[in-house]
Nanobody, 123 residues
Framework: QVQFVESGGGLVQPGGSLRLSCTAS????????LGWFRQAPGKEREGVSC????????YYADSVKGRFTISRDDAKNAVYLQMNSLKPEDTAVYYC????????????????WGQGTQVTVSS
């Protein structure tokens, strides 16, 4: 059973930055595709960004391209999401996710979820 611990969420003004972190306990993430999803109030959960385990291939939703950067540090068993130039429409609960298949993760088929961390962008 994978257990994720997410951190880094909070309240930030428009144009600001946040860095989300997600670590796994008692589970090595080396061979798993990792990603971040988000769910805003009244909306369906959507994929934000994913990173493969093999060659570091990445995926970004169009709404975050050029502003968000996903990275992973397998030595620390962690995945990160650097979020810059934040907008009010980025407000959501952000979830860390993992799957054995990168293509499945990009398609939204997730095997393991984190508990979520709230990101609020407001002045």
């Amino acid at each position: 059973q994978v257990q994720f611990v997410e951190s880094g969420g909070g309240l930030v003004q428009p144009g600001g930055s946040l860095r989300l972190s997600c670590t796994a306990s008692a589970f090595a993430l080396d061979y798993y595709a990792l990603g971040w999803f988000r769910q805003a109030p009244g909306k369906e959960r959507e994929g934000v960004s994913c990173i493969s385990s093999s060659d570091g291939e990445t995926y970004y939703a169009d709404s975050v391209k050029g502003r968000f950067t996903i990275s992973r540090d397998d030595a620390k068993n962690a995945v990160y999401l650097q979020m810059n130039s934040l907008k009010p429409e980025d407000t959501a609960v952000y979830y860390c996710a993992a799957d054995t298949s990168y293509r499945a993760l990009v398609a939204g088929r997730v095997s393991w979820w984190g508990q979520g961390t709230q990101v609020t962008v407001s002045s």
